[in-house]
Nanobody, 121 residues
Framework: QVQLVESGGGLVQAGGSLRLSCAATGSIFSIRAMGWHRQAPGKERELVAD???????NYGDSVKGRFTISRDNAKNTVYLQMNSLTPEDTAVYYCNARDVLDWVHIGATFWGQGTQVTVSS
């Protein structure tokens, strides 16, 4: 079974940085896209950033210029470097893997359990 294991969340002061990691485990042949969404209390889940196997990236408007997504295809791992954090970035951050191909699934989507990021003012 495919699992997404997230790490790197925590508490940081405004203006600080954090780096999130997410590793997809299991007997995986390929993952077309990996990325991050976030959900703040009382708000809908929104795209933070995603990246394809080929390195094409897409960012949410609120994080452009501050966050950088990267990926290690050999390790099925995606990273999110978050700089210049503000209290508005406080949310639970969810990793996802899309169009996953393994022994059981074709084109499936998987989500991580979420990691809390809290930015204090």
């Amino acid at each position: 079974q495919v699992q997404l294991v997230e790490s790197g969340g925590g508490l940081v002061q405004a203006g600080g940085s954090l780096r999130l990691s997410c590793a997809a485990t299991g007997s995986i042949f390929s993952i077309r896209a990996m990325g991050w969404h976030r959900q703040a209390p009382g708000k809908e889940r929104e795209l933070v950033a995603d990246i394809t196997t080929g390195g094409s990236t897409n960012y949410g408007d609120s994080v452009k210029g501050r966050f950088t997504i990267s990926r290690d295809n050999a390790k099925n791992t995606v990273y999110l470097q978050m700089n210049s954090l503000t209290p508005e970035d406080t949310a639970v951050y969810y990793c996802n893997a899309r169009d996953v191909l393994d022994w059981v699934h074709i084109g499936a989507t998987f989500w991580g359990q979420g990691t809390q990021v809290t930015v204090s003012s």
